[in-house]
């Protein structure tokens, strides 16, 4: 099974970008259809987005369109989030996950196989 490993967090101004990396080993990433969720203090966690094996395809939450990119590098079996535009309410918890199947429903119901271990973003206003 493949393993995952955030990085990337920090502290970041209202407005600033941040660039999260999850790196996985064990297993080709390009097996798997890789993502993010995010946890933010006394809250559920929540979908972020999601890319495709192939990288054919993304997906977003409403709360990040238009301000986040998923990519992937299935050479260097790295998956990326840039965050731009940041926000006080994009202050989380953000963990990446790997599922074999190129299903997006499994990822709004967070029904995942592999999850890393999380990496803190704090965005100040």
């Known amino acids: 099974q493949v393993q995952l490993v955030e990085s990337g967090g920090g502290l970041v101004q209202a407005g600033g970008s941040l660039r999260l990396s999850c790196a996985a080993s064990?297993?080709?990433?390009?097996?798997?259809?890789m993502g993010w969720f995010r946890q933010a203090p006394g809250k559920e966690r929540e979908f972020v987005a999601v890319?495709?094996?192939?990288?054919?395809?993304?997906y977003y939450s409403d709360s990040v369109k238009g301000r986040f990119t998923a990519s992937r590098d299935n050479a260097k079996n790295t998956v990326y989030l840039q965050m731009n535009s940041l926000k006080p309410e994009d202050t989380a918890v953000y963990y990446c996950?790997?599922?074999?199947?190129?299903?997006?429903?499994?990822?709004?119901?967070?029904?995942?196989?592999?999850w890393g271990q999380g990496t803190l973003v704090t965005v100040s206003s």
């Open positions: 996950a790997a599922d074999s199947l190129d299903v997006v429903s499994r990822w709004y119901a967070g029904n995942l196989e592999v």
């Open positions: 064990g297993r080709t990433l390009s097996r798997y259809a």
């Open positions: 890319i495709s094996r192939s990288g054919g395809w993304t």
